[in-house]
């Protein structure tokens, strides 16, 4: 779709995008305004739009108006100028943070909030959502009529929604200040929006009004999504999914909306089942881009899509930070790296994303480049989540634990909903063995994103520590689902499996970890078509046959650990492990998709690879075992030379020197 685009497609884009960003300024959005306003910038230019800035042809023929802007329905048109100078009074309230005040200009004081005194704002929220699913035909009784009655006197749209939007954020910071301290007494819930009730009402009773009067097709699908953000809040993600399905049907260049139906899409499944439902425009394959990369999905098709994405938006950031992002899931940090390095020097004063930029950092131990990106965030912003979370992982990598929580705390502070700091913090308490603290921390990362595996794989390693294998299991599965093609998950669970004494099942998981660790040459003929396999995978899958006292295939394991110094084994060596997987077809055919294109990008690592790992301390354990088991059977000749070359790796010296010596005491007792 993308790749058809035309020359006129590329103006009425433009004319789009222009349209979504001053409309979600007017109503305050003001990210999803920054959203629209950037990629509209990196749109590809076209020779009889984009004029010579010297000419005079700007003056003598000025720019078409944008006929997005005008107002489709006349009715709307009439309110919107009547209301006008009302708008820029409550706008300007709004702008200096009077929420309350700002709704006031359009919505009486007799509209107030809810009564909390019988029940919870919660269970009247969920009874008032549930009440929309009960209305019958409006004579069903005064209370049903009163719930279709819109409370609200007759507003266009847009104040209407101004105003509404004013009374969710004043419930939301107040929400805020009751919370007070991070992880403190107060800040595990309890606290919620004493507006949402009074509000979902409103809203519930605004749409049946429209429906009964035939005029919901005349919706402009903001009102949809924030009654869609006031049923997530309440827990009712099913309805929410709807509503914000068809607020990007009425408004499909809202940003905003195609976000929060991103987070409500737990798994690739759901994200198949909405798509379904969606628009088909171009704003549908941003979104199945952004929902790939947050599930964790790097395919070849989610590849391809973002490369068309780009021959339209060549400048864009948003576009370019997704696939840094692919290529860090991939683990492929050299070249997220290079990608976030470029965007840092075209926009060094941006910060979007680059929490996540320092994350790779961390991980590849680059310490004085992350020191430059926390100068630069620092010198841009001091009070920003990113910045604080860029810091803190400066800190974290020099070991300065408590500073680290520190500025993790604070990027919680300046916004309770910032995924990459409940995380990292959970982290940081991990290192400083307060367990309790991280559980809690990584419980509150996984409610703000349940696609966060690493949340998910922290939970598993607190109650590793704390010896609860069962709740450790359950998380790690949670982790691995996420990531089938992570062996580090499937390890965690095999690990924990071992421990509750479940050795088939461990078996299992650990040649899964096998099988998504393992990748082929990009010409295994140069190499005899052989795989390479992590050592450790394999000797911990042979020491537990041994536990179930099946020598023969916990000897068979031994020797492909040893085989893995030379440059691995012949494929249908490797392949009788496969076969013994379960249901892993499809997380193996994405790995091998993955780890293919990650080893064109990184050949002399992969070569090093091919060329085996040469001796470590876990070859030379299997070594030794395998002398050992070669001299209980009688296969003197073996057990000397796995003896001779355990001399020679320095390892295990000793123990191989003993051998030697049986051996030598054996050939002279049968001599």
């Known amino acids: 779709m993308a790749s058809n685009f035309s020359e006129d497609n590329i103006k009425e884009l433009k004319y789009r995008l222009e349209a979504a960003a001053i409309q979600c300024s007017e109503r305050c959005l003001y990210q999803s305004a920054k959203w629209a306003a950037e990629i509209l910038d990196s749109i590809v230019p076209i020779d009889n739009y984009d004029t010579d800035p010297d000419s005079l042809m700007d003056v003598t023929d000025p720019r078409p108006q944008n006929p997005y802007l005008r107002a489709q329905d006349p009715v709307e048109a009439a309110l919107e100028a009547q209301e006008h100078h009302k708008y820029l009074l409550a706008k300007s309230y709004f702008d200096t943070r009077e929420y309350d005040r700002c709704a006031s200009v359009f919505l009486p004081p007799a509209i107030s909030p809810v009564s909390l005194s019988t029940s919870s704002p919660k269970s009247k929220l969920k009874s008032s959502l549930r009440n929309?699913?009960?209305?019958?035909?409006?004579?069903?009784?005064?209370?049903?009529?009163?719930?279709?009655?819109?409370?609200?006197?007759?507003?266009?749209?847009?104040?209407?929604?101004?105003?509404?939007?004013?009374?969710?954020?004043?419930?939301?910071?107040?929400?805020?200040?009751?919370?007070?301290?991070?992880?403190?007494?107060?800040?595990g819930g309890a606290t919620v929006n004493r507006e949402l009730p009074d509000l979902a009402r409103g809203l519930e009773g605004w749409f049946a009004e429209r429906q009964e009067k035939g005029v919901e097709d005349q919706n402009h699908g903001w009102l949809e999504y924030l009654y869609g953000v006031i049923l997530i809040k309440g827990r009712n993600e099913e309805e929410a999914r709807k509503w914000l399905i068809r607020s990007v049907h009425l408004n499909p260049f809202h940003w905003g909306a195609w976000q929060e139906l991103n987070d409500l899409l737990a798994s690739t499944e759901d994200l198949k089942q909405v798509v379904e439902h969606l628009p088909q425009n171009i704003m549908t394959l941003i979104f199945h881009v952004h929902c790939s990369q947050e599930l964790y999905q790097a395919t070849e098709d989610t590849y391809q899509t973002l490369s068309e994405l780009?021959?339209?938006f060549p400048t864009s950031a948003f576009l370019k930070t997704q696939r840094a992002l692919l290529y860090y899931h991939s683990k492929d940090f050299e070249e997220a790296s290079h990608i976030f390095t470029d965007i840092l020097i075209t926009s060094p004063h941006r910060l979007d994303s680059l929490d996540h930029y320092s994350n790779i950092l961390y991980v590849m131990g680059a310490r004085p480049q992350l020191a430059f990106v926390a100068q630069v965030a620092t010198a841009t912003d001091k009070f920003r989540p990113e910045t604080c979370c860029v810091v803190g992982n400066y800190y974290s990598l020099k070991s300065e634990h408590e500073k680290a929580v520190m500025y993790f705390r604070r990027a919680l502070t300046l916004d309770r909903n910032f995924l990459s700091a409940w995380t990292l913090m959970g982290h940081e308490y991990i290192e400083m063995k307060n367990t309790h603290a991280a559980i809690e921390s990584y419980r509150r990362a996984v409610d703000v994103n349940r696609k966060d595996y690493r949340a998910w794989y922290?939970?598993?390693?607190?109650?590793?520590?704390?010896?609860?294998?069962?709740?450790?299991?359950?998380?790690?599965?949670?982790a691995a689902a996420l990531r089938p093609y992570d062996p580090k998950m499937w390890q965690a669970v095999g690990s924990c499996y071992a421990k509750m004494g479940r050795i088939e099942q461990s078996i299992k998981a650990?040649?899964?970890?096998?099988?998504?660790?393992?990748?082929?040459?990009?010409?295994?003929?140069?190499?005899?078509?052989?795989?390479?396999?992590?050592?450790?995978?394999?000797?911990?899958?042979?020491?537990?046959?041994?536990?179930?006292?099946?020598?023969?295939?916990?000897?068979?394991?031994?020797?492909?650990?040893?085989?893995?110094?030379?440059?691995?084994?012949?494929?249908?060596?490797?392949?009788?492990?496969?076969?013994?997987?379960?249901?892993?077809q499809s997380a193996t055919a994405s790995t091998s998709g993955a780890n293919q294109r990650r080893a064109r990008r990184r050949p002399n690592d992969d070569e090093e690879a091919y060329h085996g790992t040469g001796p470590t301390a876990t070859t030379s354990k299997a070594r030794l075992w395998l002398a050992r088991w070669s001299l209980r059977h009688g296969d003197l000749e073996r057990a000397d030379q796995l003896a001779g070359e355990l001399c020679q790796d320095g390892v295990e010296v000793e123990e191989a020197k003993a051998l030697m010596r049986d051996v030598r005491a054996r050939r002279e007792a049968g001599a």
């Open 310 to 312: 780009e021959n339209i």
């Open 458 to 478: 922290g939970l598993g390693q607190a109650y590793e520590v704390l010896d609860m294998s069962f709740y450790a299991l359950f998380y790690y599965q949670r």
């Open 132 to 187: 929309r699913k009960s209305q019958g035909s409006p004579h069903t009784g005064s209370k049903d009529n009163d719930l279709k009655r819109s409370p609200y006197p007759k507003l266009s749209q847009k104040s209407l929604f101004l105003a509404l939007y004013a009374k969710y954020l004043a419930g939301e910071k107040r929400k805020n200040e009751e919370t007070e301290m991070v992880l403190g007494p107060a800040d």
């Open 510 to 584: 650990l040649k899964r970890a096998l099988v998504a660790g393992s990748y082929y040459a990009e010409d295994p003929s140069q190499h005899g078509g052989r795989k390479i396999l992590d050592p450790e995978t394999l000797y911990q899958i042979a020491t537990l046959y041994e536990r179930l006292e099946d020598e023969e295939e916990a000897a068979a394991y031994m020797e492909l650990t040893l085989q893995q110094e030379t440059g691995g084994q012949p494929d249908e060596v490797s392949d009788v492990s496969d076969s013994e997987i379960e249901d892993d």
